[in-house]
């Protein structure tokens, strides 16, 4: 499904920042406590309803961004990306004329957003605006904890990456409200009770106010992305933008 908001710049109109998230979940398999429906709210509804609110931010704005904006939700994510690498082959604009991709899967909405890891925007001169938006929403950003999970190249964004197009994938940091900056530590009980098991269901915890400030933060991201006049590009010398953006 594809949706277009179209910019105010008679130029950088013809330009797309692309909002993501995949809707497909793992269907009905084996039972886990007796239920075998696979419901996937956090994995990936929440990823869902973030990027329809962000698309509803931007019909709201009386002032469009300077480029245009592509609210993308694909599907087959869970069967190796398959969605998200056709659209990124085949998009249905022209494909030079993607400039990035701000992609929304599992942000794992349940515990207060504080800070945030913005995985892949090191790559990248995306990590001007993820700073920018942060520091406005006063987010702390973190390195990457688990960079030997590889998460960058796990989901969607990576079809994009793939294209040459930088990309980038929000999610939490570790900060808790008491300090003790811990919430990895939550988030793996979670993960291994809850994640991609048929209890990812509505009875599950959610932090609708972290919903909100997730929301506001990829809007802005992609806000910003879409009004600088220049176009986001690889860092020099980068691996991705090497292998596949052109880089000497
Ligand atoms: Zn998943």
Redesign the pocket.
Known sequence: MVGKITGSDAKLRDEYVVHSAHLD??GVGAPVRGDSIYN?AH??ATGVASVLEIAGIYSRLKQKPHRSILLVLQTG??LGLLGSAYFAARPTVPSTSLVANVNT??PTLIAPLLSVVPLGAQHSTLAGPVAQAAAYLKLTVEDDPEPEQNRFIRSDQYSFVAQGIPALHLKYGNRTPDGRNNLSEQVKQWRALT??KPQDDMNGTFDFEAGRTYVQLNFLVGYLVAQNPERPRWNPGDYFGRQFGGQQ
């Open positions: 979940h793992l996937g994995d990936n994510e869970e899967d599992m994640y991609h």
